[in-house]
């Protein structure tokens, strides 16, 4: 269980993410939505280790990972991350890719053949391995990331908003892969998005953030029936009512 | 993998979790700068404030008391300004025309300007006398026929010498002012188009937005005019640089060299300051444009002086002095004889850039890194730091580093080519630094954090992520570092050790028996030398464009 306690982050003197409390169960999908600015990506970057929070405490499965004073990097906490833009290396083939991370574990060359074959497999790659990022559509991109991070076994799969590129069928499709993989394998994700319409088929909770502070939690069709403030209304039906204001849009941190 | 603790970093809140390369290396890097370039100009200041072995300003009260200092601020700044405001009048206007325009052969065009770097200003100054030395009869006409006191045609001016530096230094503003051109966003253009005419956005929107890239680059020629010491020295000119050289090697009073150097480097220092702020965190070269392509502006009748023009410049900064120095080497059998005459100065001369240049990329690449890592102080002090080298004149740091070096316990580094390294990796660093950090900048941060999210080991992420993603900027920085270290004479003139010359010194040695054959013969090569190399990294630079957009 992924547990966040009080957790705090700024920038110089602009808060990001102010006072977050939230738990994260084994295998759930959790989705947090928010517009622009909210503080999304800062919260996925403080669980993956990526950044130190000022104050409060993140704990996975019972032991502290971050707080103001430790810090756990984020390769021992086991947590994969799908990044925005993906973060695909120009310069590697999509086989390099996956056997860049297994190189580390200390697993025979046979062995690491054969990982490389059924992660490829699992994403529905494997007719692509020797090719460039720059050779694959956008839909193999996505695929490519997640093998890369799946390929290395984390507990917790962090996705930030990988999919806001895609058109519809692909996201479609990439949203089914990712719950295959959920069920086939012993991962919790937690997955960002500023698009509610993402969100609307999950069947897990979603967290909806709102100028770094948690607004709303839940399951979506409850929140939508019971919104609560006319801010997740407006943003959950994609309209802005009179005197509700998203964020201001200031650049993701 | 099992988690095995938190482990504690103590009261380090400010250290970014996901670095690529550890603080403490770039701190390694940042003390050999340090020891290498700043060390010296620590000791040259110092050094001025004491006289008889007691501080005192009595150097500085001399300087100012001294009424020929006067005229050599004027020589020297209006060098400068002659050359910074030559090279804004033809480098911009050529980098909007291969920028902006449909002009033909503007691809072949852009290599053959480059090409200009290859030829270090002594050497276009070579060529120039040889020239005129050919004219002599015209000259003698003059003098027989009109009654004229001197030579018409000379070169031995500062009108000389401002036309030869600045047909050298404009490559620096074209390269500026492109760069400016490929980054800007041609969307605000575009916008402008639809509500102005042609003329109009170019001088409300666009002369704007490149104008921080052009005084940038005019700023960067300023300096370089200033602390040039080769062409002044050559066409004896009465500025800073040949004045403190005198100083030194002629009258052996360091302290008089270096006090005389301060009024310089206050100039140079402040427009060295001025020159970042302008700058702020815009590129200072462009390795790939990321923004839409603008509308090409089409020159019609307009093309056949377009091209006169670029054509123009790039014979008088590239054709003529290298078809002058083939004229004045003349048979085959002179490159034997200079062959012969320089053969160990022109091998060591190559693996002495080579080397140089591969130390400044190494070096560069962890400084840069650091600087592009740490925002706030920490950062902004090193990058102001890693500038200041530039702000001094070669001859000055030259005399910094025998001051530093030239002691019982160094002799292993101070009489050997290590001294030499050690003297261009402190000229040459901050051009480097500042390549690299373009870079960098370029780099999404998600691409390391993508690596420390797999991989444990910063060396090994260092190796396969960092360096191949850095391979455009690496590989431009080391033919940069290579080009200015093959022709570098003002420090190295001072440092080398005796008999170990490099080839320009050699060739600056035989210049005092004027422009000879050998002259001639021993430029070409040196032409030759630093063409092949760089000719091979450029190649291999367009072929790294298969990655393009996706850095």
Request: hydrophobic letters at 45%.
């Amino acid at each position: 269980m992924i547990e966040l306690k009080g957790i705090s982050k700024g920038y110089r003197t602009i808060p990001v993410v102010e006072n977050i409390s939230f738990e994260v169960y084994r295998r759930e999908f959790l989705s947090i939505l928010g517009p622009s600015g909210s503080g999304k990506t800062t919260l996925l970057r403080l669980i993956a280790g990526l950044e130190r929070p000022d104050s409060g405490e993140i704990t996975i499965d019972g032991l502290t990972v971050s707080s103001p004073h430790t810090m756990m990097a984020p390769l021992q906490r086991r947590v994969g991350m799908i990044f925005q833009d993906l973060a695909l290396w120009p310069h590697m083939t999509v086989v390099e890719h996956i056997e860049y991370g297994l190189r580390s574990k200390n697993i025979s060359r046979e062995a690491e053949r054969r990982k490389v074959e059924e992660t490829l497999r699992s994403v529905n790659l494997q007719e692509h391995g020797k090719r460039y990022p720059y050779e694959l559509s956008g839909g193999e991109k996505q695929r490519l990331a997640i093998a890369r991070t799946i390929s290395l076994e984390p507990r917790i799969l962090l996705l930030d908003e990988p999919l806001s590129s895609l058109d519809p069928l692909l996201k479609q499709a990439m949203q089914r892969l990712l719950c295959d993989l959920r069920e086939t394998r012993d991962i919790t994700c937690i997955y960002v998005t500023h698009d509610p319409r993402e969100v609307m088929n999950s069947v897990g909770r979603m967290i909806l953030l709102n100028k770094g502070k948690i607004e709303r939690q839940g399951f979506y069709e409850d929140i939508r029936r019971n919104p609560a403030s006319r801010f997740v209304e407006a943003f959950l039906m994609g309209t802005k009512k009179e005197g509700v204001e998203a964020s201001p849009d200031r650049s993701e941190t | 993998m099992v988690p095995t603790g938190p482990y504690r970093l103590g009261n380090c809140d400010k250290i970014k979790p996901m670095v690529v390369v550890p603080k403490y290396v770039s701190w390694i890097a940042i003390a050999l700068f340090a020891l290498a370039a700043l060390l010296p100009l620590i000791f040259m200041v110092a050094g001025s404030l004491v006289v008889d072995g007691r501080v005192s300003l009595s150097n500085y009260r001399t300087l100012l008391s001294d009424s020929g200092q006067r005229a050599l601020l004027f020589n020297s700044v209006l060098l400068a300004f002659g050359v910074a405001l030559g090279a804004c009048l033809i480098g911009a206007p050529l980098a909007f025309l291969l920028q902006r325009t449909d002009l033909v052969f503007k691809n072949y065009l852009r290599y053959a300007y480059l090409l200009t770097l290859l030829i270090p200003p002594y050497m276009s100054a070579v060529a120039w006398i040889h020239r005129l030395g050919r004219y002599q009869w015209l000259n003698q006409f003059f003098v027989n026929m009109l009654g004229k006191d001197e030579a018409v045609l000379s070169v031995y001016n500062l009108p000389a010498a401002i036309f030869v530096l600045t047909l050298y230094y404009f490559p620096f503003i074209t390269l500026m002012v492109e760069s400016g051109l490929q980054t800007m966003n041609h969307r605000l253009e575009e916008a402008g188009s639809l509500c102005a005419s042609p003329a109009t956005v170019l001088r409300r929107i666009t002369l704007p937005l490149i104008y921080p890239y052009l005084a940038s680059g005019a700023i960067f020629v300023f300096i370089f005019a200033i602390t040039e010491y080769g062409v002044p020295a050559l066409l004896g000119l009465n500025v800073y640089t040949v004045v403190i050289f005198a100083h030194f090697s002629a009258y052996y009073n360091e302290a008089a060299a270096t006090a005389s150097a301060m009024p310089l480097v206050a100039i140079t220092v402040t427009l060295v300051v001025l020159q970042r702020q302008l700058m702020g965190n815009r590129s200072y070269v462009t390795m790939e444009s990321h923004t839409a392509h603008p509308s090409r502006i089409r020159l019609g009748k307009w093309q056949g002086l377009g091209l006169t023009f670029s054509l123009c410049i790039i014979s008088l900064s590239v054709v003529v002095p290298i078809v002058d120095l083939l004229i004045g080497a003349g048979s085959l059998s002179t490159y034997q004889v200079a062959l012969k005459t320089a053969e160990r100065q022109i091998i060591s001369s190559f693996l002495l850039s080579a080397v140089a240049a591969t130390l400044i990329v190494i070096l560069a690449l962890f400084i840069a890194y650091f600087i592009e890592k740490s925002p706030g102080r920490g950062g902004s002090t090193i990058d102001l730091l890693t500038v200041l080298p530039f702000a001094f004149p070669a001859t000055v740091l030259g005399i910094g580093l025998i001051k530093t070096w030239n002691r019982p316990l160094t002799q292993f580094i101070y009489g050997t080519y290590g001294i030499i390294v050690i003297a261009l990796i402190a000229r040459f660093i901050p051009f480097t630094i500042r390549v690299i950090s373009s870079t960098l900048k370029s780099l999404s941060k998600n691409l390391e954090e993508a690596a420390g999210l797999s991989e444990p080991r910063w060396t090994r992420n260092f190796w396969k992520i960092l360096v191949p993603l850095s391979r455009p900027g690496l590989i431009a920085g080391w033919v940069i570092a290579f080009i200015l270290s093959s022709g570098e004479i003002g420090a190295t003139l001072l440092v080398a050790p005796p008999g170990e010359a490099t080839l320009p010194i050699r060739i600056h040695t035989l210049l005092h028996y004027g422009a000879s054959k050998i002259v001639c013969a021993l430029c070409v090569i040196a032409i030759i030398m630093t063409f092949l190399p760089v000719a091979i990294l450029v190649s291999c630079l367009r072929r790294l464009r298969k990655f393009e957009g996706y850095v």
